[in-house]
């Protein structure tokens, strides 16, 4: 954590004796960092306090590791690299056909980190503005580009070797009721644009700030209540808001979060985004500082309460171990869905029924 605030560049009075209070297992740093997403940020810290002479051989990783972790690092900007060629190929395709292209989280996102590059992603979503049906069209008869039509809200398909999913629809309306009312409002913002974009020659449309703190929130807890959340999660969450803050209606997402029965979920991200991001809370107006909760919700994303690994094959097996996740993450769905948990378990078993090859995913 304290190197990741090192890497936002936010605070220069951090204090760096925590450093030094313990030995540090650098081979255990590195695992961590890659599976909350955030091993190149991380990185980025270390660099720089080996740059200040805070870190010096007697603490620092084994030469071994550090080899390892750039060559990973390098793998992350070239993978960045290859999505925002993708991106713009994408973009340049579907603009003869006067179709826009925003991307949804990734690439949008990135740009509010210091280093761009250094936001891991493993996919595209793009929202195509009501276009995504002709886009589906014209990419399947005058690019010869296969479509995937087994998921809810979005159809997948590869440009260079880099997943797309192009969405429809923000939210799956099909597995929870409720999210077809902010499915509704996300519809109506997504006619605003907060920027357009200039890349190798390709013009690429943000959303508004308003449609994409409410999609990022929605979806984040969206994971929070089906799984789990990652620390990238919360820095997308704080640098977004950092960046963005004073173009978001905040009684607005705040009134929405409270009839969706999310506020305390919402308010707990924000103090999360601002410990971890250096934030003055103050930006987030009308937090409510919730300890317990914060918590609660960290440990859950640095230990997560249900830590069974999902199996790798057999349908009961990844039925099984579903159904037990869902039971274990009931607390989560109770911060995220104004759902009835009966309710959501009838909707989101129709929901498998009607596109049975989500289940394995």
Same mark, same amino acid.
């Given at each position: 954590?304290?190197?990741?605030?090192?890497?936002?560049?936010?605070?220069?009075?951090?204090?760096?004796?925590?450093?030094?209070?313990?030995?540090?297992?650098?081979?255990?740093?590195?695992?961590?960092?890659?599976?909350?997403?955030?091993?190149?940020?991380?990185?980025?810290?270390?660099?720089?306090?080996?740059?200040?002479?805070?870190?010096?051989?007697?603490?620092?990783?084994?030469?071994?590791?550090?080899?390892?972790?750039?060559?990973?690092?390098?793998?992350?900007?070239?993978?960045?690299?290859?999505?925002?060629?993708?991106?713009?190929?994408?973009?340049?395709?579907?603009?003869?056909?006067?179709?826009?292209?925003?991307?949804?989280?990734?690439?949008?996102?990135?740009?509010?980190?210091?280093?761009? #590059?250094?936001?891991?992603?493993? *996919?595209?979503? +793009?929202? %195509?503005?009501?276009?995504?049906?002709? /886009?589906?069209?014209? @990419? &399947?008869?005058?690019?010869?580009?296969?479509?995937?039509?087994?998921?809810?809200?979005?159809?997948?398909?590869?440009?260079?070797?880099?997943?797309?999913?192009?969405?429809?629809?923000?939210?799956?309306?099909?597995?929870?009721?409720?999210?077809?009312?902010?499915?509704?409002?996300?519809?109506?913002?997504?006619?605003?644009?907060? #920027?357009?974009?200039?890349?190798? *020659?390709?013009? +690429?449309? %943000?959303?508004?700030?308003?449609?994409? /703190?409410?999609?990022? @929130? &929605?979806?984040?807890?969206?994971?929070?209540?089906?799984?789990?959340?990652?620390?990238?999660?919360?820095?997308?969450?704080?640098?977004?808001?950092?960046?963005?803050?004073?173009?978001?209606?905040?009684?607005?997402?705040?009134?929405?979060?409270?009839?969706?029965?999310?506020?305390?979920?919402?308010?707990?991200?924000?103090?999360?985004?601002?410990?971890?991001?250096?934030?003055?809370?103050?930006?987030?107006?009308?937090?409510?500082?919730?300890?317990?909760?914060?918590? &609660?919700?960290?440990?859950?994303?640095?230990?997560?309460?249900?830590?069974?690994?999902?199996?790798?094959?057999?349908?009961?097996?990844?039925?099984?171990?579903?159904?037990?996740?869902?039971?274990?993450?009931?607390?989560?769905?109770?911060?995220?869905?104004?759902?009835?948990?009966?309710?959501?378990?009838?909707?989101?078993?129709?929901?498998?029924?009607?596109?049975?090859?989500?289940?394995?995913?």
């Amino acid at each position: 954590m304290h190197l990741i605030r090192v890497a936002l560049r936010n605070n220069p009075n951090l204090d760096h004796s925590v450093l030094h209070s313990a030995p540090i297992e650098w081979d255990d740093v590195y695992r961590y960092a890659a599976a909350q997403g955030v091993m190149a940020i991380v990185w980025d810290g270390l660099v720089e306090l080996q740059k200040q002479g805070v870190i010096d051989g007697s603490i620092q990783p084994s030469r071994e590791l550090r080899l390892r972790w750039a060559f990973n690092v390098e793998k992350v900007e070239k993978r960045y690299k290859k999505q925002v060629s993708a991106l713009t190929q994408l973009s340049h395709i579907l603009s003869e056909y006067d179709i826009r292209v925003a991307p949804l989280k990734g690439y949008g996102l990135s740009l509010c980190y210091p280093i761009p #590059e250094h936001r891991s992603c493993s *996919d595209i979503d +793009i929202w %195509l503005f009501g276009e995504q049906k002709r /886009a589906d069209a014209i @990419l &399947r008869t005058k690019h010869n580009i296969q479509i995937d039509e087994d998921e809810h809200h979005h159809t997948v398909f590869y440009i260079n070797g880099v997943m797309v999913e192009n969405h429809y629809d923000f939210l799956n309306i099909h597995a929870h009721h409720s999210s077809r009312d902010i499915e509704r409002q996300l519809k109506q913002l997504s006619n605003e644009t907060s #920027e357009v974009i200039t890349t190798n *020659d390709a013009t +690429i449309y %943000l959303p508004s700030a308003n449609c994409h /703190a409410l999609f990022l @929130l &929605r979806h984040a807890a969206s994971h929070f209540a089906a799984a789990e959340i990652v620390l990238r999660h919360i820095l997308d969450w704080g640098l977004f808001i950092k960046h963005y803050h004073r173009d978001i209606d905040w009684v607005w997402l705040r009134n929405t979060c409270r009839e969706q029965r999310m506020e305390q979920l919402f308010d707990a991200l924000n103090a999360l985004a601002a410990e971890l991001c250096d934030i003055d809370i103050a930006l987030m107006l009308g937090t409510t500082r919730r300890p317990k909760l914060e918590e &609660r919700i960290l440990n859950d994303i640095l230990r997560p309460e249900f830590s069974k690994k999902r199996p790798e094959k057999g349908l009961i097996r990844i039925i099984w171990f579903k159904l037990q996740r869902w039971w274990a993450n009931r607390w989560k769905h109770r911060l995220v869905y104004r759902d009835g948990l009966v309710h959501s378990f009838i909707t989101q078993s129709w929901s498998h029924l009607l596109k049975p090859k989500a289940i394995k995913r």
